[in-house]
C-alpha cells in the first residue's frame, strides 16, 4: 500500500480501513485482516504506557515500538506519529526527527498535528525532503491542555471555517491524507468534500473516506475508556481475563502441566 493507493482509493469512492498497533504480534495481526493503513500513534502513551497523555512520549519511544510494527507489516503502509515537541520548536528538528523515523523504523510516512500556517509549513518542508506527511485536525491529543480536555472541535461558524481553512492549508503543503478526530459529522462530510486527499476519520462520522481506531480500545482491552464513537468490534479482554483465571486455577490445582506437557 503507497500513498499513492490511498488517493486512488478515495477517487474510487472505496472506504479506507486503519487501525495502530504497538508491536509485532499485534501488527502482524492487523495486517493480515486487510486494513490500508497502520497507525504507530503516539496513543501507546495510554494504552501501553500507562501514562495520563500522549505528551511524555519521545522519538526514540516511538522508534522503539515502530520498528517492532513494521516488522510484522508486509501490507499496509505504516505510517507513525511525530510525538509532541518534535516538530514544533523548528523546520529542523522536524526533518531531523522525521529522517530518523524513516531510516530506522521502516515505515512509511509520519503524521503530525495542527494546521497553522508554521505546521503547514514544517509539513511542506517534509515532503519536500522526500517524508510522506499526514495530517491531524480537529481534537488534537498532543493540545489537549490547550483544548481544555477530550471535547468535539469545529462546532460554531468560526470554529468551522478555521477548521476548513487548516484543511486546504495542509493540502497544499502536500499532505497525502488528513485524521479528522472528533468533529461533528456534517463538518467532516464538508472537509472530505473540500480535499482532493482522502480523510480519515475517528469519532467524526461516517463521510469521511475512511476509519481509524485505537486497537485496544476496539478489541475491548480497554474497557474503561468507551467515549460515544467507539464501537467494540471484539471483547478480548474479558477472554484474556477468563484464561488466565483458568490457568491460575489450573496450576494451583496441580492439573498443569499434565503428563502430555511433560518431557521424558
Same mark, same amino acid.
Given at each position: 500500500?503507497?500513498?499513492?493507493?490511498?488517493?486512488?482509493?478515495?477517487?474510487?469512492?472505496?472506504?479506507?480501513?486503519?487501525?495502530?498497533?504497538?508491536?509485532?504480534?499485534?501488527?502482524?495481526?492487523?495486517?493480515?485482516?486487510?486494513?490500508?493503513?497502520?497507525?504507530?500513534?503516539?496513543?501507546?502513551?495510554?494504552?501501553?504506557?500507562?501514562?495520563?497523555?500522549?505528551?511524555?512520549?519521545?522519538?526514540?519511544?516511538?522508534?522503539?515500538?515502530?520498528?517492532?510494527?513494521?516488522?510484522?507489516?508486509?501490507?499496509?503502509?505504516?505510517?507513525?506519529?511525530?510525538?509532541?515537541?518534535?516538530?514544533?520548536?523548528?523546520?529542523?528538528?522536524?526533518?531531523?526527527?522525521?529522517?530518523?523515523?524513516?531510516?530506522? &523504523?521502516? %515505515?512509511?510516512? !509520519?503524521?503530525?498535528?495542527?494546521?497553522?500556517?508554521? #505546521?503547514?509549513?514544517? =509539513?511542506? @518542508?517534509?515532503?519536500?525532503?522526500?517524508?510522506?506527511?499526514?495530517?491531524?485536525?480537529?481534537?488534537?491529543?498532543?493540545?489537549?491542555?490547550?483544548?481544555?480536555?477530550?471535547?468535539?472541535?469545529?462546532?460554531?461558524?468560526?470554529?468551522?471555517?478555521?477548521?476548513?481553512?487548516?484543511?486546504?492549508?495542509?493540502?497544499?503543503?502536500?499532505?497525502?491524507?488528513?485524521?479528522?478526530?472528533?468533529?461533528?459529522? &456534517?463538518? %467532516?462530510?464538508? !472537509?472530505?468534500?473540500?480535499?482532493?486527499?482522502?480523510? #480519515?476519520?475517528?469519532? =467524526?462520522? @461516517?463521510?469521511?473516506?475512511?476509519?481509524?481506531?485505537?486497537?485496544?480500545?476496539?478489541?475491548?482491552?480497554?474497557?474503561?475508556?468507551?467515549?460515544?464513537?467507539?464501537?467494540?468490534?471484539?471483547?478480548?479482554?474479558?477472554?484474556?481475563?477468563?484464561?488466565?483465571?483458568?490457568?491460575?486455577?489450573?496450576?494451583?490445582?496441580?492439573?498443569?502441566?499434565?503428563?502430555?506437557?511433560?518431557?521424558?
Amino acid at each position: 500500500m503507497t500513498t499513492l493507493d490511498l488517493l486512488g482509493m478515495k477517487q474510487r469512492g472505496e472506504r479506507i480501513a486503519a487501525l495502530t498497533a504497538y508491536d509485532y504480534l499485534f501488527a502482524r495481526l492487523v495486517d493480515q485482516g486487510g486494513v490500508d493503513i497502520v497507525l504507530v500513534g503516539d496513543s501507546l502513551a495510554q494504552v501501553v504506557l500507562g501514562l495520563d497523555s500522549t505528551l511524555p512520549i519521545t522519538v526514540d519511544d516511538m522508534i522503539y515500538h515502530a520498528r517492532a510494527v513494521s516488522r510484522g507489516v508486509e501490507h499496509a503502509l505504516v505510517v507513525v506519529d511525530l510525538p509532541f515537541l518534535s516538530y514544533q520548536v523548528s523546520r529542523e528538528d522536524a526533518l531531523r526527527n522525521a529522517g530518523r523515523v524513516l531510516k530506522e &523504523t521502516g %515505515a512509511a510516512a !509520519v503524521k503530525l498535528e495542527g494546521g497553522s500556517e508554521e #505546521i503547514a509549513d514544517t =509539513a511542506a @518542508a517534509l515532503v519536500r525532503a522526500g517524508i510522506p506527511v499526514m495530517g491531524h485536525l480537529g481534537f488534537t491529543p498532543q493540545s489537549v491542555n490547550t483544548l481544555g480536555g477530550f471535547r468535539v472541535q469545529g462546532r460554531g461558524a468560526e470554529a468551522r471555517d478555521r477548521l476548513l481553512a487548516d484543511a486546504r492549508r495542509l493540502e497544499l503543503a502536500g499532505v497525502f491524507s488528513v485524521v479528522l478526530e472528533l468533529v461533528p459529522g &456534517t463538518l %467532516a462530510e464538508e !472537509v472530505t468534500s473540500a480535499l482532493q486527499v482522502p480523510t #480519515i476519520g475517528i469519532g =467524526a462520522g @461516517a463521510g469521511c473516506d475512511g476509519q481509524v481506531l485505537v486497537l485496544p480500545d476496539m478489541l475491548g482491552l480497554n474497557p474503561g475508556f468507551r467515549p460515544r464513537f467507539l464501537r467494540q468490534f471484539a471483547q478480548l479482554g474479558e477472554q484474556a481475563a477468563a484464561g488466565i483465571r483458568a490457568y491460575v486455577s489450573a496450576v494451583r490445582a496441580g492439573e498443569y502441566p499434565a503428563e502430555e506437557h511433560t518431557f521424558v
